[in-house]
């Protein structure tokens, strides 16, 4: 499987299109993949105050790109460890929280 065909990259892109009026290639996107306590991440990718219950760590799934304007653009996807289930999705530009969303378990 090609690093473009993951739904996560799917998604940082169609979203990118969607929400931002950007359009860009998988190919130029850089991607890493970590487990990271939350008192290891910003807070913006950890809302404590949108869970339930806050999990000790969650798994990341991080896409960069810079846009023409030199804007840079983080996407990443989080997931519980042990499920593959999607729990938020969080894009920043230049390190603003442009879009946060706690995701449903049972989604």
């Not at 940082?12 to 970590?34: H, P, R, W």
């Not at 809302?47 to 798994?59: D, G, K, R, W, Y």
């Not at 983080?74 to 938020?88: E, F, I, K, R």
Request: proline share 5%.
């Amino acid at each position: 499987m090609k690093l473009s065909d993951t739904r996560e990259m799917e998604w940082f892109v169609t979203t990118l299109k969607e929400q931002f009026a950007l359009s860009v290639q998988s190919s130029d996107i850089g991607y890493e993949a970590m487990e990271l306590g939350i008192d290891e991440v910003a807070p913006s990718f950890v809302p404590t105050e949108l869970f339930e219950e806050t999990p000790a760590s969650l798994i990341y799934e991080t896409m960069i790109v810079e846009d023409p304007q030199e804007n840079l653009w983080v996407g990443a996807v989080s997931y519980y460890p042990h499920s593959s289930d999607w729990c938020l999705q969080v894009i920043t530009k230049n390190d603003e929280v442009v879009l946060r969303k706690v995701l449903s378990l049972i989604e």
